[in-house]
C-alpha cells in the first residue's frame, strides 16, 4: 500500500474519532488532508463540505459542494447531482446560476416539472431585477419544455406585451385562445380576454372574438352589445354585420336579422350565403311573396354555385306555404329533374288536379335542357305553344290514354299518354321543358304587386315610393344598431326630396328620442373598453395571473407536501383557472427518477423536496406502498406526526400488501405514536406486530418498555381484554378473547 493511501486511511480514522468527540474544527482538518491525497475521492468531499455546513462556513461547504456535483453531472449521475445543488440552494438561494443548473439538470433526467419549477424561480427573479430579455428567454425555454401548459404561454404572452413586443405578445395570446377553442373552454377564454383586451385597447378583431366567445356561452345580448359599440366606428365591417345577423338569427329576432341582412346586401350584393340567410328571414316572418321574389332571381346563381340542394329545400318550404303557386311547382319540377329525384316529381304531380296537370305539360318544346330550362327566363307570353281543343284531343301526345266525359258532359273524349311514360323519356326525345319566368306570375295569391319587378321608370311616384320604403328601412337598421348619426343622415336624405313624408319624420323623432335616452354618441373606442370591461366583470371575477402561475408551477415543484388532486371537503374557494396540468406533466415524467431523488432528497435531510417527490413516484401502483412509507418516514423525521400518520394509514390501505410490509407499517405507526407522545396507540400497533412476530426488530423490548409506563400487565392490551396466562405460556405472549 502506497504511502498517500497509508496516509489518507489515518486521517480517515483520525476525522470518525474526532466527529464522535464533537471536534469539528479537528475533523474538518483531517478530510482536508483527506482530500488533498485522493482529490477524487467525492465521498470525502461531500463529508467536508456537510462538516463546513455545521459550522456555518458555507462558504467553504459551497466549493466542495460544486466540486461534487460537477463531477457526478459530467459523469451522467444527474440525480446525485440534483440532489447536491439542491442542499447548495438552501443553503444559499441568492446563487441564482443554481436554479438555471437544476432546471437543466432536471430535464436531462426526464424530469420537466422540477425544471419548470427551477425556471419559474428564474422568471420571477429576472421580473423582480427588470431583466427583461432574460426573463423572456426563460419563458420562452419553459414554453418549449412543455407546449401545452397554457399558463406559461399566457405568462409569455403578459411579459410581451407589457415590454413593446406587441405582435410576438398577440400571436402567443391568439395560439394560447386556439388551443382553447378547440377544447371549447370558453370559461377560461373570457378570463383570457379579460386580461389581454386592455393590452390591445385598439384591436377590434379581439373585441369581434369577445362577442364570438359570449356568443359560444349563450350570452347573446352581451356579445351583441360588444358588436353594435364596434359597429360605430366600423359601419361597414361586414364580419362584424355577418356575427350581429347570426346572433339576431339565435335570438329569434327576424326583424333585426333581416334588417342586418338587407344592408349586408348592399355591400356584399353577390354574397349568396347572405342572400340565403335572408330569404330564411323572409320565411320566417312568413313573408313568402318576397321570398319567392329573391329566389326566382338569384336561382340561377345558385345552381352556378352548385347550391341546388338548399335551393330545392328553400322551394319546398315555399311549396307548402304556397300549394297553389304554379311558378313554386314549375321551379321544384326542374330541380326535380336535375337532380334525378323522380320520386318526388310524381309525388308533387300526383298532388295537382288533372287541369293542373294539363297546363303544366302543355309548355314550349325547345331544345334545351332541363338545366337550361330552370335557368332560362321567359320573354312573351307568345313563347307559350298554343294548342287548340281539336289538337290536343286528336292524340298529338302519340298512343294514349282515354279519359271519358262525365255523365252529363258533352265532349270528346280526351286522349292523352300516360303520366308515367312522359317523365320517363330519354333525353334525345323531343321533352315538354319547363320555363320559369324570372318575373313571376302568381296565381291563386293577391301577390301580384309585391312580385312584379317591372315597374314604369316614367313613373316618379312609384320610384320614389320604392326608395323611400329602402332607405326607411336602412335607417331602422341603423337605429337597431345604436348607430344614430348614420340613421339620421338616411332620414334627412329622404326630407330633401320629401320634406312632408310623415312617416320619414317620424323615424327621425323616434331617432332622437334613443339618443337622448342613450345620452348621445359619446367616444366609440371608449365605450367600447367601458363595455367589454362591465360584461367580462359581470359573473367573471379578476384573474389574478401571477398568484395562479406561482401556484400552478409551485406544484410541479417542491412545495406541495399534500396530494392536491384531492381539494378538502371545506375548501369552497373557486378553483384556480389556469392551472397547470398537473397530472399529464407527471405522467410524463419518469417515476423511477422521482423515486430515486426522493430518496437522494432523504439522505441528504431534504425532506419536503423527499416528500414532493415521493408524492409524485406514488402515482405509479407498484410504488405506492413504498412511497407512501417513505414519505411517513420523512414526515417523522420532520415532526410532523399527523402527516406521517396519514401517509402510513394509506400506505396500509394499498392493494397486494404483503404480510412483511404489513408488519413494517404496523412497527412504523407505533414507533409515530411513542414519539408523539401516544403511547396507548403505540402499544396496540406494537401488539400487531408481536402478534405475528414477537422477533421483529425491537418490537418486544418496546412492548415492555409501554407496558411499564402505561402500568399495564404483560397479559393485556390497550384494546382488548386479556385472558389470565398461565405459568408455562411465555412471559411475552399474550392471549385474546
Known amino acids: 500500500m502506497s504511502n498517500n493511501l497509508l496516509n489518507k486511511q489515518k486521517y480517515l480514522e483520525s476525522a470518525q474519532k474526532n466527529i464522535k468527540k464533537k471536534q469539528l474544527s479537528r475533523a474538518i482538518k483531517d478530510y482536508q488532508k483527506v482530500v488533498e491525497f485522493d482529490p477524487r475521492d467525492i465521498r470525502s468531499r461531500q463529508r467536508l463540505a456537510e ?130 377553442e378547440d377544447k371549447r373552454d370558453y370559461d377560461k377564454i373570457l378570463r383570457l380576454y379579460q386580461m389581454f383586451l386592455p393590452l390591445f385597447p385598439e384591436n377590434d378583431d379581439l373585441q369581434k372574438g369577445l362577442a364570438q366567445t359570449l356568443f359560444e356561452k349563450g350570452e347573446s345580448v352581451k356579445g351583441i352589445n360588444i358588436l353594435q359599440t364596434l359597429l360605430r366606428n366600423r359601419s361597414g365591417d361586414t364580419d362584424i354585420l355577418s356575427m350581429l345577423g347570426s346572433a339576431y338569427v339565435t335570438q329569434g329576432d327576424n326583424k333585426n336579422a333581416r334588417l342586418t341582412y338587407v344592408h349586408l346586401l348592399k355591400l356584399e350584393p353577390k354574397d349568396l350565403q347572405i342572400r340565403e340567410s335572408l330569404v330564411q328571414c323572409y320565411l320566417n316572418e312568413e313573408d313568402y311573396a318576397k321570398a319567392l321574389a329573391e329566389l326566382e332571381d338569384w336561382k340561377e346563381a345558385f345552381l352556378e354555385i352548385n347550391r341546388l340542394e338548399r335551393l330545392q329545400e328553400l322551394y319546398e318550404a315555399l311549396r307548402v306555404a304556397l300549394p297553389d303557386n304554379q311558378q313554386v311547382m314549375q321551379t321544384l319540377d326542374s330541380i326535380y329533374e336535375i337532380t334525378g329525384d323522380g320520386d318526388k316529381l310524381l309525388d308533387m304531380v300526383a298532388g295537382t288536379s288533372t287541369a293542373e296537370r294539363i297546363e303544366t305539360l302543355v309548355l314550349p318544346i325547345e331544345e334545351e335542357t332541363i338545366s337550361d330550362s330552370l335557368l332560362g327566363a321567359m320573354d312573351t307570353d307568345d313563347d307559350i305553344l298554343s294548342l287548340d281543343e281539336g289538337d290536343l284531343f286528336a292524340g298529338s301526345f302519340g298512343d294514349s290514354l282515354t279519359l271519358e266525359a262525365p255523365p252529363g258532359e258533352d265532349y270528346s273524349e280526351l286522349e292523352l299518354e300516360p303520366l308515367e311514360e312522359v317523365l320517363v323519356e330519354e333525353e334525345d326525345e323531343e321533352f315538354v321543358e319547363l320555363n320559369l319566368s324570372s318575373a313571376p306570375e302568381v296565381e291563386g295569391n293577391d301577390f301580384s304587386d309585391e312580385l312584379s319587378l317591372d315597374f314604369d321608370l316614367d313613373d316618379e311616384d312609384d320610384v320614389l315610393v320604392r326608395d323611400v320604403s329602402a332607405e326607411l328601412e336602412e335607417a331602422e337598421f341603423y337605429l337597431q344598431q345604436g348607430l344614430f348619426e348614420d340613421a339620421e343622415k338616411v332620414c334627412r336624405g329622404i326630407l330633401e326630396q320629401n320634406p312632408d313624408n310623415a312617416e320619414v319624420q317620424a323615424k327621425l323623432d323616434e331617432i332622437h328620442s334613443r339618443r337622448d335616452v342613450q345620452g348621445g354618441e359619446g367616444e366609440a373606442s371608449s365605450a367600447l373598453q367601458d363595455l367589454a370591461a362591465e360584461l367580462l366583470e359581470d359573473g367573471f371575477p379578476e384573474l389574478d395571473m401571477d398568484a395562479t402561475f406561482e401556484e400552478a408551477v409551485a406544484v410541479d415543484g417542491f412545495t406541495v407536501l399534500d396530494d392536491v388532486s384531492q381539494p378538502a371537503e371545506n375548501d369552497t374557494r373557486a378553483p384556480k383557472v389556469f392551472r397547470t396540468d398537473v397530472d399529464e406533466q407527471i405522467a410524463a415524467d419518469d417515476m423511477e427518477s422521482h423515486y430515486n431523488l426522493g430518496i437522494a432528497y432523504r439522505e441528504m435531510g431534504l425532506l419536503d423536496d423527499a416528500v414532493a417527490e415521493f408524492s409524485k413516484a406514488e402515482r405509479d401502483p407498484s410504488r405506492f406502498v413504498d412511497c407512501q412509507t417513505l414519505k411517513g418516514l420523512c414526515c417523522v423525521d420532520k415532526g410532523d406526526f399527523e402527516k406521517g400518520e396519514v401517509a ?90
Open 648 to 737: 402510513f394509514r394509506a400506505a396500509l390501505d394499498g392493494d397486494s400488501l404483503a404480510d412483511g410490509q404489513k408488519l413494517s407499517l404496523h412497527y412504523e405507526l407505533g414507533a409515530l405514536y411513542a414519539s408523539w407522545k401516544r403511547p396507548q396507540d403505540a402499544l396496540d400497533s406494537f401488539q400487531i406486530v408481536a402478534d405475528s412476530d414477537l422477533s421483529f426488530r425491537d418490537v418486544a423490548d418496546r412492548l415492555d418498555n409501554l407496558r411499564k409506563l402505561l402500568g399495564v400487565s404483560g397479559s393485556q392490551s390497550a384494546k382488548t381484554e386479556a385472558v389470565e396466562i398461565t405459568p408455562e405460556e411465555p412471559k411475552d405472549r399474550v392471549s385474546f378473547l
Open 51 to 180: 462538516l463546513y455546513v455545521k459550522i456555518n462556513k458555507t462558504g467553504e461547504a459551497f466549493e466542495q459542494y460544486e466540486a461534487v456535483a460537477k463531477y457526478f453531472s459530467s459523469n451522467g449521475f444527474y440525480l446525485k447531482a440534483i440532489a447536491i445543488y439542491k442542499q447548495m440552494q438552501r443553503l444559499d438561494p441568492s446563487q441564482i446560476s443554481i436554479f438555471s443548473r437544476l432546471a437543466e439538470l432536471n430535464e436531462k433526467q426526464g424530469l420537466i416539472g422540477n425544471a419548470l419549477a427551477e425556471l419559474r424561480h428564474l422568471v420571477g427573479y429576472y421580473e423582480k431585477n427588470s431583466m427583461v430579455a432574460d426573463a423572456i428567454k426563460t419563458l420562452e425555454k419553459m414554453r418549449d419544455l412543455d407546449g401545452g401548459n397554457i399558463n406559461v404561454q399566457v405568462k409569455l404572452a403578459e411579459v410581451y406585451a407589457n415590454n413593446d413586443k406587441l405582435d410576438d405578445g398577440l400571436a402567443e395570446f391568439r395560439e394560447v385562445l386556439r388551443q382553447l
